[in-house]
């Protein structure tokens, strides 16, 4: 089984998020960036179909030299090589029309990419991928399992979660469930020495057109200040929930 | 022209966030001039949609869409749009909603804008505002394509009733094997319980609550308020609820109209995670709890003595006023 991960190249869960150049674009100033967590899922995923089902895993990105580091750290953990499509990720469209190339020349069976990044959120790529290649999509994926051509997927529903019949080639917007968090890997110094060895191939992009442009950024107003209220009267809190926030 | 929406329904009836889509729907057709048809997937009574502006619903009633299919129903989608002439295609944010609106907007060549919390800014160029960043930001996005395809975000846009009645028409879409391939074998559904999709409380417990046993206490007060629970992320990492009730940046996110967090100190990825829910109410033991920066109330307190005491008054108070 051949098998590409899709890596977003993006802020660590913990960064403060600032815009500039009149707040048209993100500003990376002290930003540190990390595998996005829905891909890493997916990833740690294919390492265990690497090693117990005999699989190789390609990972992929489609973004500016900077993003190599976050592709070393996923081949510092396991994957096999790696590819980046040189090219600003500018629209969702945009990266899913290079992925479905790096797909079709590269013959892989099983695409895995998070079911969105954790920094425009647009929650699209995977099921543009899936539209554009016209392969079978599981969004939402917390479970996946691949016996030969065949596949069982457990997708998270509102309230739930069901079980589909798939067959490969497949497309998978994964999440957290796919792997638990304490499966995460982190890099070893053997690793690392060995990533550096490992393939990283460089390939221009394919012509696309973006279909939306993100023009302008904003943060949210400043919250008002907090209204703290004494434990002994819990009354005025549903007083306040009822007759100024009026939310029960 | 029309603006076409997705009205989505379980087990045959419409949730809240379909008749918000229909308002925001009719909002931009009223300023385009054009009219808002509904596309229905084997629901029971499609009238209701029409006291929130739908003019037209088409009722597809169909035996092989019973159970959830993406790509047949994506492609249904497309063939409504592609019969109404629709340039604007409209989902909610639910779970299905979203799984599907990608591939609809493929096969109809859109722009897609998920995660829209407001009607466009500007119709030419057509500019939406849209949370990124997980809820840490706003992005302003410009679709430049002809066809538009928009998810909507829960509870970023009111209920407006306007009182007409919408047509009906059946609608066969042709559909081929090649749309079934993927089979839905068993689904699991929680029973009687609220959804954090569909709530519009939440009450969430974080490590402050000491241990798994003691959830009674915040599920209590859930019933009392008819809320949903959910959790932090260390809870769920540490096993004492399921993932699926984790809230925050790598977990589920929150947009109800009422979030309550009790023992959570508010680490910047739950923050982002429930940032969209419009009153936050933090119940803290700590004073310097980073959450209470954000909270629209606080009570600083035992957890252990304030939970119980504030469901008795909850009760009392719907009692009261029911």
């Known amino acids: 089984m051949k098998i590409l991960v899709c890596i977003s190249h993006v802020p660590d869960t913990t960064s403060k998020i600032n815009f500039t150049n009149g707040d048209s674009e993100f500003d990376t100033n002290g930003v540190q960036f990390v595998i996005n967590p829905n891909d890493e899922f997916g990833l740690t995923r294919a390492l265990w179909f690497k090693e117990q089902q005999g699989a190789s895993v390609t990972v992929v990105n489609v973004g500016g030299p900077d993003a190599e580091a976050t592709l070393r750290k996923a081949l510092a953990i396991g994957a096999d090589e790696a590819i980046r499509v040189n090219a600003a990720p500018t629209d969702g469209y945009f990266v899913a029309k290079q992925l479905a190339e790096v797909v079709k020349s590269g013959g892989y069976d099983l695409v895995i990419a998070g079911k969105e990044s954790l920094d425009y959120n647009g929650g699209m790529v995977p099921g543009m991928l899936a539209g554009i290649l016209g392969y079978d999509f599981v969004n939402s994926c917390i479970k996946l399992e691949v016996n030969g051509s065949e596949a069982k997927a457990v997708r998270e529903i509102d309230g739930g979660k069901e079980t589909l019949g798939v067959k490969l080639p497949l497309v998978i917007g994964g999440q957290k469930g796919l792997v638990e968090e304490k499966d995460l890997r982190i890099p070893n110094m053997r690793g690392i020495m060995m990533a550096r060895q490992k393939a990283l191939t460089l390939l221009e992009p394919v012509s696309a057109e973006a279909k939306t442009k993100a023009v302008k950024f904003e943060k949210p107003a400043p919250k008002s200040a907090v209204k703290m209220i004494s434990a002994d009267n819990l009354d005025e809190l549903v007083n306040l929930l009822h007759n100024e926030a009026k939310v029960i | ?322």
Not at chain 2, 158 to 173: K, M
Not at chain 2, 295 to 310: H, M, N, Q, T
């Open chain 2, 1 to 322: 022209m029309s603006i076409l929406i997705y009205a989505e329904s379980v087990e045959g009836k419409f949730k809240k966030t379909a008749f918000e889509l229909a308002s925001y729907g009719k909002k931009i057709a009223a300023e385009t001039g054009t009219t808002v048809t509904a596309l229905t997937i084997n629901a029971t009574d499609v009238a209701p949609l029409g006291q929130y502006g739908v003019d037209k619903v088409l009722n597809v009633k169909s035996d092989k869409l019973s159970s959830f299919n993406a790509k047949a129903i994506a492609d249904t989608i497309k063939q409504a749009a592609v019969k109404e002439g629709a340039k604007i295609v409209l989902f909610t944010s639910t779970t299905d909603s979203l799984y599907i609106a990608p591939l609809v907007a493929v096969a109809l060549e859109a722009g897609y804008a998920s995660n829209v919390v407001a009607l466009p800014e500007s119709l030419s160029p057509f500019r939406v505002k849209r949370n990124a960043f997980s809820n840490k930001a706003f992005s302003f996005t410009e679709i430049n394509t002809d066809t538009k395809v928009l998810a909507i975000g829960k509870n970023s846009f009111g209920l407006i009733e306007s009182a007409a009645a919408a047509t009906i028409e059946d609608f066969s879409p042709s559909l081929n094997d090649n749309d079934f391939t993927v089979r839905v074998e068993s689904s699991e559904k929680g029973s009687g319980k609220v959804t954090i999709a569909d709530a519009e409380v939440v009450v969430s417990g974080g490590r402050g609550l000491k241990g798994p046993e003691n959830w009674y206490l915040l599920e209590d007060l859930a019933g009392a308020l008819g809320a949903a629970t959910a959790c932090s992320k260390p809870v769920s990492d540490l096993g004492w609820r399921p993932h699926s009730e984790h809230v925050g940046q790598t977990g589920k996110p929150v947009a109800s109209n009422l979030y309550i967090a009790v023992g959570i100190s508010g680490a910047i990825q739950h923050i982002a995670g429930i940032n969209s829910s419009k009153v936050k109410v933090v119940i803290n033991a700590d004073a310097d709890a980073p959450f209470f920066k954000v909270a629209d109330y606080g009570v600083v307190g035992d957890a252990f003595e304030i939970l119980p005491k504030l469901t008795e008054k909850i009760k009392a108070f719907k009692a009261q006023n029911s």
